[in-house]
């Protein structure tokens, strides 16, 4: 791509893959600290309701 | 003496991140100043790139207004201002923690984007550049000066209006100076330095004084 | 009505979470191979424009990211609307978890259409209708995000944001009509148009399975997001559970301690 | 150390809350302020605590060297001073921080307000009467003889009432000095009384109708 324009046009394609691989980091990053955290939670003997009923059925 | 001061400058930090405080809402303000603007003035691009860098100043000086009357409030309405009142450091060493905690997720944060904002003005890059500077330069004057006025209405229920009409007389020659740098860089009469040197020491002077006085201040009221 | 019950059971949260797992690796897949073929469409077979030449390839996410902004504005009023009529949780969730992500398709429309005003324009920004509505709904996004983060109750957080989101929807054909009515008495006779003359077949393929493979992500991130929302309050209130279990177990933890 | 207090008189804006007042407390001992509402026990904490500039009267404290009676004291008062963002052990933390003179790790103070297990929780998450032991771990985390404490026992069950009775106990013991603002019997043995009402300026003095009124 010869253009004088590639400057502009790569980096609208590389701020977009930012901002997507972003959201996309944020929502991996969350989920594994949320299960974590979870996983933690049962460590220490803490489950929900309805959990408790699922394993005493 | 410096580990208390990092520990609150750490805490507030702490908080800034989990409970989104002032900082970010700062932030956001000034884009929409930066923003509604236009709307009062007309689309006219020349006209802009004229008050470009007054225009990004003034709206710098709402934003931080607007997170201020908080820095204090919250430690007097939870009674942590009672730990730091009792702390063996001194208060002076400890309200300057708070105000470069606040510096940090208001002021620099602010300087840092306000280039990008000075996009939607229309500004020329060095007029961004010396925008930035400026107020990198400039915006712990407005943190210090702002911190005396949080400081006198950390007691009282609504802080955040009476902190405005306070403090901002106080903080007018941190705006002409801020503003006739960052306009001398973009080609006016006057070399850029001279103004820039005096923002810079117009900062000095109002973090000492800021600190003094908002811990005197603190002292008295809450 | 049995349909409708069966809705209603996918509108639990648990089920949700389960339906979240099975359906978020195909959703990832489906994206990311739409996108690889729109990307593929959109560098090597449209050709340059007559007009703007190459820059056109950044219509190719500019128009897609303008559409998602808006989308994700809508899905989250329909949200608001379940929160406000039928007080589900799960509306609260998707509220929640659209927001960030119609804010950052929202800027990417905003910067990449300023990086290509620049060297078709000649200037980053200009204060024309279509921009200035796209800024505003930008800057109502921040406002909602805001206010999310500053209401510590999930629920009353939830009906609060509904509201807004609400007003900004009655608000927002205003402001359209508002900045149109001002731009056209300011703006000089150079009106300037996004989407160019007329759109050519071969530009019109790559521009379709962008906005496509842009939709499954933006659907992706919004099922990520809601689990990850739904995991986040469970965690919170087995949080407010173990404080409340605290007391019964103080005695035996604090004489180990000792 | 000593403290001791001597015609000691509080006004708040027009009313004078009360005068003459005159006591002193040496290391092992442990004052137990009483009065009505109103009276003025928070007033005089605060006073202690350097909060507040009495109207009249001296506080003098002896043998804590260069320091003043602020540095030595550890003040918790009605208003626990925790952040609902950070976790107890954070709170301790910067408590410490704070205070200086470490003595417990936070874990350790969260220990002995059987807490331990609550490090992690943020404070917003914890009851009332949890972040009120909360704040009383706070006297672990800094070596401190002199003790303020506004109302300790308020929103705490009956064992955590008996545990802060221990701890304070064994405070004494190690030479310290207690004074708490309280309508609920703390507990402890030997400890002195002070009623703020007998001090409460009669009505026929100026600015006396006033106090009569709180």
């Known amino acids: 791509m010869s253009d004088p324009h590639a400057g502009f046009i790569i980096a609208s394609y590389a701020l977009t893959g930012l901002v997507v691989g972003g959201l996309v980091l944020r929502a991996v990053v969350e989920h594994r600290a949320l299960r974590r955290a979870l996983e933690q939670l049962e460590a220490r003997g803490v489950r929900r309701r309805s959990a408790r009923q699922e394993t005493a059925r | 003496m410096t580990r208390a001061f990092l520990a609150l400058v750490l805490r507030d930090l702490r908080l800034a991140a989990r409970v989104g405080g002032s900082g970010a809402m700062g932030l956001v303000f000034f884009l929409m100043l930066v923003a509604v603007v236009p709307f009062a003035l007309g689309p006219d691009l020349n006209l802009l790139a004229r008050i470009g860098p007054a225009l990004l100043w003034f709206s710098a000086v709402l934003a931080t207004l607007i997170g201020l009357d908080r820095l204090f409030q919250t430690d007097v309405e939870d009674g942590a201002i009672d730990l730091i009142l009792s702390s063996d450091t001194p208060l002076e060493v400890l309200v300057a923690a708070k105000g470069v905690a606040h510096w940090l997720t208001t002021g620099l944060p602010l300087a840092l984007l306000a280039p990008l904002f000075g996009l939607l003005l229309a500004l020329t890059p060095g007029a961004m550049l010396a925008v930035a500077a400026t107020l990198v330069v400039g915006t712990p004057a407005l943190t210090f000066i702002g911190a005396v006025g949080a400081a006198l209405t950390a007691s009282l229920g609504r802080g955040g209006l009476l902190l405005a009409i306070l403090v901002m007389p106080l903080m007018v020659p941190t705006l002409i100076f801020g503003v006739s740098a960052a306009n001398a860089a973009t080609g006016g009469t006057i070399a850029f330095l001279t103004p820039f040197l005096i923002l810079a020491a117009l900062s000095l002077v109002a973090i000492v004084i800021g600190i003094f006085a908002a811990a005197a201040a603190l002292r008295q009221s809450a | ?258 | 150390m000593r403290i001791s207090v001597e015609g000691l008189a509080c006004r708040r804006g027009e009313r004078l809350l009360f005068r003459d007042l005159s006591f002193s407390l040496a290391s092992g001992e442990a004052l137990v302020v009483t009065g009505r509402n109103g009276a003025g026990k928070s007033s005089l904490i605060a006073m202690l605590a350097g909060r507040l500039a009495p109207a009249a009267g001296a506080i003098r404290a002896e043998g804590i060297g260069e320091a003043t009676l602020a540095e030595v004291t550890n003040h918790v008062g009605h208003k626990e001073g925790l952040k609902a963002a950070l976790t107890a052990e954070e709170n301790l933390a910067f408590a410490g921080a704070m205070l200086g003179r470490p003595r417990l790790s936070p874990r350790e103070a969260l220990a002995r307000v059987g807490l331990a297990r609550a490090a992690d929780l943020p404070a917003g998450y914890l009851s009332a009467g949890q972040r009120r032991r909360v704040a009383l771990a706070r006297l672990f985390v800094s070596r401190r003889p002199l003790w303020l404490l506004d109302e300790p026992t308020s929103a705490l069950d009956a064992a955590s009432q008996v545990r802060l009775a221990e701890v304070m106990q064994g405070h004494l013991a190690e030479g310290g000095l207690i004074i708490a603002a309280t309508h609920a019997p703390l507990g402890l043995e030997g400890t002195k009384t002070l009623s703020i009402d007998a001090h409460v300026p009669s009505v026929d003095l100026p600015g006396g109708a006033e106090g009569e009124r709180a």
């Open chain 3, 1 to 258: 009505m049995p349909r409708l019950s069966s809705l209603w059971n996918l509108a639990n949260p648990t089920r949700f979470l389960g339906l979240a797992d099975r359906l978020l690796p195909w959703l990832a897949a489906l994206a990311a191979a739409l996108l690889a073929v729109g990307l593929y469409l959109s560098f090597f077979v449209a050709p340059p424009d007559y007009q703007q030449g190459e820059t056109v390839r950044i219509m190719f996410i500019h128009v897609p990211a303008a559409w998602l902004g808006l989308f994700m504005y809508v899905m989250m009023s329909a949200s608001a609307l379940g929160t406000l009529v039928w007080r589900h949780p799960l509306a609260d969730v998707a509220q929640k978890a659209a927001a960030p992500i119609g804010a950052a398709f929202t800027f990417v429309c905003l910067v990449t259409g300023s990086l290509w005003g620049k060297p078709m324009w000649g200037t980053w920004w200009v204060w024309d209708a279509r921009l200035t509505s796209v800024l505003v709904l930008f800057l109502m996004y921040l406002g909602i995000m805001a206010l999310w983060r500053a209401v510590d109750d999930p629920g009353r957080a939830a009906r609060a944001v509904a509201v807004l989101t609400l007003v900004g929807v009655v608000n927002i054909p205003i402001i359209k009509f508002s900045v149109d009515w001002w731009s056209t008495l300011h703006q000089p006779a150079a009106v300037f148009r996004i989407d160019g003359p007329t759109i050519h077949p071969s530009m019109l393929w790559p521009l379709l399975v962008m906005a496509l493979a842009f939709t499954v992500l933006a659907v992706a991130l919004h099922v990520a997001g809601m689990r990850n929302e739904i995991l986040r309050r469970r965690v919170r209130s087995l949080w407010l559970m173990e404080a409340e279990r605290l007391d019964a177990g103080a005695e035996t933890a604090a004489g180990a301690a000792r």
